[in-house]
């Protein structure tokens, strides 16, 4: 069975810190592309950051701040998120996933063959 489990959240002052992992079983992830979205109820789904063979890409709204990176021989992907603020306030789930790289941006595919976590609450007061 495959799975990809997040940990890490919580709730932290703006301006704070946060180590958000992905813990995946049931299959190497290591070719795939490893994403991490973020909701908050009531609004779509929205790309935070991902790690590709091909580099490293970030939404405009944390470019700077977070930083994605993966562990192959643990099978784990991590989000480092500083300097965090309210707006930072949502679910993050990882996903093991394919996409697209258009100058510069990517595209996450987030399609049937995508696999997902069950998402990790991330709370920032201010």
């Known amino acids: 069975q495959v799975q990809l489990v997040e940990s890490g959240g919580g709730l932290v002052q703006a301006g704070g810190s946060l180590r958000l992992s992905c813990a995946a079983s049931g299959r190497t992830f290591s070719s795939y592309d490893m994403v991490w979205f973020r909701q908050v109820p009531g609004k779509e789904r929205e790309f935070v950051a991902a790690?590709?063979?091909?580099?490293?890409y970030y939404a405009d709204s944390v470019k700077g701040r977070f930083t994605i990176s993966r562990d192959n021989a643990a099978n784990t992907v991590y989000l480092q998120m500083n300097s965090l603020k309210p707006e930072d306030t949502a679910v993050y789930r990882c996903?093991?996933?394919?996409?697209?790289?258009?100058?510069?941006?990517?595209?996450?595919?987030?399609?049937?063959?995508?696999?997902w976590g069950q998402g990790t609450q991330v709370t920032v007061s201010s």
């Open positions: 996903a093991g996933t394919g996409g697209l790289i258009r100058g510069g941006i990517y595209y996450p595919r987030a399609d049937d063959n995508t696999y």
């Open positions: 790690i590709t063979s091909s580099g490293t």
